[in-house]
């Protein structure tokens, strides 16, 4: 009898991309907890408010690209103040160095607007459908009246919330008010498109995308290992503490049946937005918000146990059993310190640069038109164009004079001349020496320009005047 041959078994199919489980975070109340809330009220009070801020006739924080001047209350910056940009982004680099050197994801956990507007999201939908028990079941119901109407409450909100942020963040680069008086119909097209893409992105990270944006979107992610060692403060499951696991009653001797802290509630995972197990060690996915702690130490109370089974701790720590005055002493390491005094040494700088900084700021431009020419005999006269900046918000008046020749005068321009605040003005200028007066060529001048009433503001800039060979 021949041999039938075996059928091959059939492929195993493998995805690519792991299918998303929904995650519905469980509310958490505690210290952490509050601390969230409290960041969330700061950061939104001052997203919002700052806006409506009215300084000298004007939005106190307003970054009017098409004039190209940044106003932040009683400060204008302008293109040629391109260093404060500079020096802000080391700062901002240099405080994340810091703080992730310390704790880890304290930004991300606490004050990242996906954070934020993911927890505004959630008290929202929290609201109006309920816990999390309450959200599994409503979502596996069928669709009804009642599933159909607290959706259309949640989002109609989600929307409203989202409206109003893209609108708010437009209102930071155009005049806030007008904006508001011309949303009815008379909104520019720009303004528009930004309102409506900021308010979409709101509306879909927050909204659903939430943790996606954490572990796979934001790049912070994947680089915080870099920036952690072993003693950065880190929230940690103590290993030694809470295993083995199980279940057991509130008066149960868990001990004699060889049982750890750990009761298994699994509230550490419910709680997490990312929908981590901290029990797993540290992960990526972890974005350091505590709410893991929070819901740890609230099963400790019931339980009567301390707290402290899931808390920040550094590796060597837990590793060494260090009490918490050494464990903050090695926190307060070298690396830190370096961050620190570098931190403290540029904002240092910044501030006193602001402080001392002129309102005056004039560029020299020679007419290339006509470098030199003698307008009467023994008269040689050189043409330039000066651009004033009066930089501050008060109205002056400048006068132009010039030095470096003998002889030199300032000819053909009306003096003093007056400028609003915060304004720029091109002045064409001739200068006019005796022939007589410097060596064919160039020679080596300076421009003094001086607000009336008002000696210590002036400049002088340096250019050159041409003598005919």
């Known amino acids: 009898m021949p041999v039938q041959p075996v059928p091959p078994a059939p492929e195993a199919e493998t ?7 929904k995650i519905y975070p ?30 000298n006739d004007r939005q106190a924080v307003l970054f009017d690209i098409a004039a190209r001047k940044f106003y932040i209350f009683g400060i204008v910056f302008w293109p040629q103040d391109v260093i404060y940009l500079t020096l802000l982004l080391i700062i901002a680099a240099l405080s994340l160095f810091l703080f992730t050197a310390m704790a880890g994801r304290l930004w991300c956990g606490y004050a990242c607007p996906q954070t934020v507007y993911t927890q505004i999201f959630l008290w929202v939908e929290r609201r109006i459908e309920g816990d999390r028990n309450a959200r599994i079941v409503l979502d596996r119901q069928p669709m009804s009246a009642v599933k159909l109407g607290k959706k259309t409450a949640k989002h109609g909100i989600w929307i409203a919330i989202s409206l109003w942020t893209g609108i708010t963040f437009v209102g930071y680069f155009t005049p806030f008010r007008p904006l508001l008086a011309a949303i009815p119909g008379n909104l520019g097209g720009w ?35 870099v920036m952690f060692d072993r003693d950065t403060l880190v929230i940690t499951y103590d290993t030694s503490r809470g295993e083995p696991r199980g279940a057991r009653s509130r008066k149960a001797d868990y001990k004699a049946a060889g049982l750890g802290d750990c009761v298994d509630c699994s509230i550490c995972v419910q709680v997490c937005p990312t929908g981590i197990d901290i029990r797993k060690g540290l992960q990526y996915e972890c974005i350091g918000c505590a709410a893991c702690i929070d819901g740890c130490n609230q099963v400790m109370d019931k339980m009567g146990y301390p707290h402290g089974l899931i808390r920040y701790t550094t590796e060597n720590a ?16 070298a690396r830190t310190l370096v961050y620190m005094g570098m931190l403290a040494t540029i904002v240092a700088a910044v501030a006193v640069s602001l402080y001392l900084r002129d309102e005056l700021k004039v560029d020299v431009i020679r007419d290339r038109a006509s470098l030199a020419r003698e307008t009467v005999p023994g008269v040689i006269e050189n043409v330039y164009r000066l651009q004033i900046m009066n930089t501050g918000e008060s109205p002056r008046r400048f006068s132009i004079s010039a030095d470096g020749v003998p002889g030199i005068k300032v000819v053909g321009v009306e003096q003093p001349i007056a400028m609003t605040g915060a304004s720029t003005l091109t002045v064409p200028v001739r200068l ?7 060596k064919p060529g160039a020679n080596r001048i300076e421009f003094i320009i001086e607000a009336a009433g008002d000696a210590n503001l002036v400049r002088r800039e340096k250019s050159t005047f041409l003598f005919p060979r």
């Not at 995805?15 to 489980?21: A, H, M, Q, V």
């Open 26 to 55: 469980r509310a958490v109340s505690g210290w952490f907890a509050n601390w969230s809330w409290s960041m969330v009220f700061l950061t939104q009070i001052l997203f919002y408010g700052l806006p409506w801020l009215a300084w």
């Open 191 to 225: 303004e528009t498109f930004w309102v409506l893409f900021y308010g979409l992105a709101t509306y879909g990270n927050a909204g659903y995308l939430r943790e996606q944006v954490c572990k796979y979107m934001c790049p912070y992610a994947r680089f915080q290992s």
């Open 318 to 333: 837990l590793a060494g059993g260090y009490d918490k005055a050494t464990m903050w002493k090695r926190v307060f390491r």
């Open 432 to 438: 006019q020496a005796p022939v007589e007066a410097g």
């Open 15 to 21: 995805g690519l991309y792991e299918i998303r489980k």
